[in-house]
C-alpha cells in the first residue's frame, strides 16, 4: 500500500536531504516526493508517496523517525485522511492526423488541455488524482507513442483540524509540534 | 557590549560561553586559525593522535562528566576521520559537538584541496549537523549544537565551517538568548492520566520486573530508580549501557540481561508478566527473538524519544517523558498507594522475587580460577576487588567487554564506559584518556582485547605526553576473541583471521613510550603488576596473558531466545522449562 505524508520543513540547505535519508536508511521505497516553497519563504512544503507493506504497515513508525529531524516543523499523515490530491502529468503522444479528433475529445474527458502541438504529436498536460492520470496514459497509448512526465502527488488536508489528525500523536503522546497547524 | 573578533575568536568564545573546559583534536590547514587562538586560550586543548580517537575521548569524557564532550578536526581526512565516533556517540546517545574546518566557501564544490563534503557524509551520522558559511551564524549555531546536543535524547552536532569564516572578523555580540528551535521540541513531563495508567499497570503486576538501561544514565535519575525499586520490591536488570543507574550491590539487582546476560535476568525476563522499561530501546543484543521476549508480559515503556515507542516492542503502556521526572511523579503515587492499591498482589510478588532470588543464588556468573594460567574471568574479578564498585571502567569491545560487564560492579553511575550500540573496537584506551581527563580524581582503568588495543595503540603517546595515570590493561588471548568464539561455536572452529600474532613486547613497547609497564601470565605475577600499576603515580601498562580459548557465557546464540541460553562449555545445553 501507498503511505500519504505531507510535510513542512525549514527552507534551508539539506532539509531535503535529511528528510530522503531518513526515507533510505529506514529501508522505505520513495513513490514520489515533491518539495516546493510556500507563502511563508523560510518554509518549504513536502508530499511524500511511500511504499509500505501493509502486512507490517505501522503509519507512526516512519512519522515518528521524520519528526525527530530538526528541520523538520510539522507531519502529517494523509493517508486514512479527507485530503485533496493532485498530480500534474506532461504527455507527449505521437498520433496520426486521422486520430486528432478522437484524442481531442477523449482528452476532454479527462479535462487534458494540449499546451504544444506538432506536425506527429500533441503535448498534453493534465492534473488529477494519480489513478486519472493512469487511466488517460493508458487509455493514449491507443494513439501511438507515450511520453510522459509526472510531478509527483501534492496533498493538502480538506479540514485542517478534522478528528484523523495525528491520531498517532494522541496514542504516543508525541511533542506538541504536530498537534497546531502552521499557518503558511 | 560588542567587539570585532574573527570567527576563530568567536567560536572558541561560544565554547566557552557553553561550558567546554577541554577540546580533543587534532589540527590542519583550514583550522590553523583556530589553533592560533588556542595558542593562549583558557580552554584546554589536548593533541590525539588520530582523529577518531578524538571523538572516543570526547565521548568518554563525555560519558564519565555528563557534559557535553567537544572534538575538532580539519578539513577533508581530518572530517571523515570523525565518522565512526559520530556514529559512535548516536547510536549510544552520547552528548557530543564536533568542530571540523571547511574549504573556503569560494571553493566548495571544486574538489579542492582537503575538500571532502562533511556535511553531506555526517548527515546519517549525527543528530543534527551544520554548515557555517556565514560569520554572523556562527555563534547561534554554536549554541543550537549544545543545546541539540544535550536536549532530549542526547546525541552527537556536528558543525562544519568555512575557512572564510574562521579567517573573517565581525562585530560580536554574546547570544543573550538562543532563538527558539520551531522544529525541536522536547516532552520532558509526562500527564497525570499516563502517571495514573502506569500506576495501575504496576500494582495489577503480579510478577514486575524492571528493565533499565542509557536513558537512566542520561536522565541523572539513579535516586529515583533507587526509590521506584524499593517501592515496587521488584528485580531490576540493567543493559549494558545501564549499569552503575542502580548501584550492582543493590540486593535486587540481577545483573545484565541479554545476549551475555545472567541466568537470573534472562529467565526473569521471559517470566514476567509486567515488564518495565526505563530508558531502553529494546536493541536485538538484549531481546534476541523478538516474539520469545518476554512473551508473557504487558509492556510499560518509558522513553524521551517518541520514536522509541512502540519501535521494537508494543508497549501497553507508553510514556514519552524524562524518565526522572515520569519516575519523580511516579514515586508519589507508588507511596501514596502502597497500602491501597499495591497490597491486591503482595503475596505474589513476594513469591516472584523469592523465585528470581533463587536463580541468582543458584546461577551467578562462573567463579573461574586457576593456579597457573590467568582466567579472563578472573582477570575482571580482580580489577573488580580493586575498584569495589567505585572506580571508573573504560572498556573496548569483545570478550574482555562482556566478562567486565558481568564481574566487575558499579555502585554510581557513569562510571562504565563501553561502545554499547555500534560497538566500535579502539574505543577503550581513548575514552579512558577523556574520562581521566574529566575526572583527575578517580581510578580510571582502560581494559582492552589485544585486538582493540591495536587499534587504539597510537595514544599510548597522548597518554605518555600527558602523564596520564590511567590503568591500561591488556586482556591478551593472542585472538579477536569474541571472533574467535563464534567460529568455535558456530563455524566448526575453523580460525579464519582471528589469530593476534606479532603482538608487541609490552615491556619493550611501554619503555618506548616513556611509560611503566609489564606483562604478565601467571595469577601471582597479576598481583606484581595490579599493586605496581595502582602504586604508579603515572601511567602504565599491564599486558595480562590470559587462557587462550576461554568463552563468554551465558550466551544467547544470536537469533535464539534469551531463556534459551548456552550456559557452559563443553556441551551446549538448553536451558527452558
Ligand atoms: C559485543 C557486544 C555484546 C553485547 N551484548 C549485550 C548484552 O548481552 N546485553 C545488553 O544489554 N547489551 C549488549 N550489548 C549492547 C547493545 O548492543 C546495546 O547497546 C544496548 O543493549 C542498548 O542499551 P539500552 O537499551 O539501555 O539503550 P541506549 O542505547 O542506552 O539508549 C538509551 C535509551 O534511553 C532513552 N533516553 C535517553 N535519555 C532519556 C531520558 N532523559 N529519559 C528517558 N529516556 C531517555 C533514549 O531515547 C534511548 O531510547 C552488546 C554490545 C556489544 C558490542
Ligand atoms: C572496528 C571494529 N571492527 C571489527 C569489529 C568486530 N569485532 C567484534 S569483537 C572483535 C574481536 C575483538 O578482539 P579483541 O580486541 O582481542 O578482544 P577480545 O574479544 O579478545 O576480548 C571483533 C573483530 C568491531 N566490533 N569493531
Known amino acids: 500500500m501507498q503511505q500519504l505524508i505531507s510535510l513542512r520543513v525549514d527552507n534551508t540547505p539539506g532539509a531535503l536531504m535529511r528528510v530522503a535519508g531518513v526515507l533510505t536508511s529506514r529501508g522505505y521505497n520513495i513513490d514520489s516526493l515533491t518539495v516546493a516553497r510556500t507563502l511563508d519563504p523560510t518554509l518549504s512544503n513536502m508530499t511524500i508517496v511511500v511504499n509500505v507493506d501493509s502486512e507490517t504497515y505501522d503509519e507512526e513508525l516512519l512519522i515518528k523517525q521524520i519528526m525527530r529531524l530538526v528541520n523538520v516543523i510539522e507531519v502529517v499523515d494523509l493517508t486514512n485522511a479527507q485530503a485533496v490530491t493532485r498530480e500534474l502529468a506532461l504527455i507527449k503522444v505521437t498520433v496520426s492526423p486521422d486520430m486528432r479528433p478522437a484524442l481531442l475529445k477523449e482528452a476532454d474527458i479527462f479535462r487534458a488541455r494540449v499546451v504544444d502541438a506538432a506536425p506527429t504529436s500533441y503535448t498534453l498536460e493534465v492534473t488529477g488524482a494519480s489513478e486519472k492520470l493512469d487511466a488517460l496514459i493508458e487509455l493514449l497509448h491507443n494513439y501511438g507513442d507515450v511520453e510522459m512526465i509526472r510531478s509527483g502527488a501534492m496533498a493538502m488536508e480538506r479540514a485542517p483540524q478534522g478528528d484523523h489528525r495525528n491520531t498517532f500523536a494522541k496514542a504516543s503522546r508525541v511533542p506538541e509540534r504536530t498537534r497546531e497547524p502552521v499557518k503558511t | 557590549m560588542s567587539s570585532l573578533m574573527s570567527g576563530s575568536q568567536i567560536l572558541l568564545e561560544s565554547l566557552a560561553r557553553e561550558g567546554t573546559e577541554i577540546i580533543f583534536g587534532y589540527p590542519g590547514g583550514v583550522t590553523l586559525p583556530i589553533y592560533d587562538v588556542l595558542y593562549d586560550h583558557p580552554i584546554q586543548h589536548v593533541l590525539v593522535r588520530h582523529e577518531e580517537n578524538a571523538t572516543f575521548a570526547a565521548e568518554g569524557y563525555a560519558r564519565t562528566t555528563g557534559k557535553v564532550g567537544v572534538c575538532m578536526a580539519t578539513s577533508g581526512p581530518g572530517a571523515t576521520n570523525l565518522v565512526t565516533g559520530l556514529v559512535d556517540a548516536l547510536m549510544d546517545s552520547i552528548p557530543m559537538v564536533a568542530i571540523t574546518g571547511q574549504v573556503p566557501e569560494h571553493l566548495i564544490g571544486r574538489d579542492a584541496f582537503q575538500e571532502a563534503d562533511t556535511f553531506g557524509i555526517t548527515r546519517a551520522a549525527t543528530k543534527h549537523n551544520y554548515l557555517v558559511k556565514n560569520i554572523e551564524d556562527l555563534s547561534q549555531i554554536i549554541h543550537e549544537a549544545f543545546h541539540l546536543a544535550k536536549s532530549g535524547r542526547p546525541g552527537p552536532v556536528l558543525v562544519d565551517i568555512t575557512k572564510n569564516v574562521l579567517t573573517g572578523r565581525t562585530n560580536y555580540f554574546p547570544a543573550t538568548k538562543m532563538k527558539p528551535l520551531r522544529g525541536f521540541h522536547v516532552r520532558l513531563d509526562p500527564d497525570d492520566d499516563e502517571i495514573e495508567a502506569a500506576l495501575q499497570f504496576l500494582w495489577a503486576s503480579e510478577r514486575p520486573y524492571i528493565y533499565a538501561g542509557g536513558g537512566i ?361
Open chain 2, 217 to 577: 544514565i542520561s536522565a541523572a535519575a539513579s535516586p529515583e530508580l533507587l526509590e521506584f525499586v524499593e517501592l515496587l520490591e521488584a528485580p531490576l536488570a540493567h543493559t549494558v549501557m545501564g549499569l552503575g543507574g542502580l548501584p550492582s550491590d543493590h540486593p535486587n539487582f540481577i545483573s545484565m540481561l541479554g545476549m551475555h546476560g545472567s541466568y537470573a535476568a534472562n529467565m526473569g525476563v521471559t517470566e514476567t508478566d509486567a515488564l518495565i522499561g526505563l530508558g531502553v530501546r529494546f536493541d536485538d543484543r538484549v531481546t534476541g527473538r523478538l516474539d520469545a521476549f518476554a512473551p508473557n508480559a504487558r509492556v510499560l515503556h518509558v522513553d524521551i524519544d517518541p520514536a522509541e515507542i512502540n519501535k521494537n516492542r508494543r508497549a501497553d503502556v507508553g510514556v514519552v517523558g524524562d524518565v526522572k521526572r515520569v519516575l519523580q511523579k511516579l514515586n508519589v503515587r507508588l507511596r501514596e498507594t502502597k497500602e491501597s492499591l499495591g497490597g491486591h498482589n503482595r503475596e505474589n510478588r513476594a513469591e516472584w522475587r523469592a523465585r528470581v532470588n533463587g536463580w541468582k543464588r543458584e546461577h551467578p556468573f562462573a567463579d573461574v580460577s586457576d593456579e597457573n594460567e590467568i582466567k579472563p574471568q578472573y582477570l575482571m574479578k580482580r580489577i573488580d576487588e580493586i575498584s569495589n564498585g567505585e572506580g571508573i571502567v573504560a572498556v573496548d569491545v569483545g570478550q574482555h567487554q562482556m566478562w567486565a560487564a558481568q564481574y566487575i560492579r558499579f555502585n554510581h553511575p557513569r562510571l562504565w564506559v563501553n561502545s554499547g550500540g555500534l560497538g566500535s573496537m579502539g574505543f577503550g584506551m581513548p575514552a579512558a584518556m577523556g574520562a581521566k581527563f574529566g575526572n583527575p580524581d578517580k581510578l580510571v582503568f582502560s581494559i582492552s582485547g589485544d585486538g582493540g588495543f591495536m587499534m587504539s595503540l597510537p595514544e599510548l603517546a597522548t597518554i605518555a605526553s600527558h602523564k596520564l595515570p590511567v590503568k591500561i590493561i591488556i586482556m591478551n588471548n593472542g585472538w579477536l576473541g569474541m571472533v574467535r568464539q563464534w567460529q568455535e561455536l558456530f563455524y566448526n572452529r575453523r580460525y579464519s583471521s582471528v589469530a593476534m600474532d606479532a603482538f608487541p613486547n609490552c615491556e619493550l613497547l611501554a619503555a618506548a613510550f616513556g611509560i611503566k609497564g609489564r606483562s604478565v601470565d601467571t595469577p601471582s605475577e597479576l598481583e606484581v603488576g595490579l599493586r605496581e600499576a595502582l602504586a604508579e603515580p603515572g601511567p602504565y601498562l599491564l599486558n595480562v596473558n590470559v587462557t587462550r580459548e576461554e568463552n563468554v557465557f551465558p550466551m544467547v546464540p544470536s537469533g535464539g531466545a534469551v531463556n534459551e541460553m548456552i550456559l557452559a562449555p563443553p556441551k551446549p545445553v538448553a536451558v527452558g522449562d
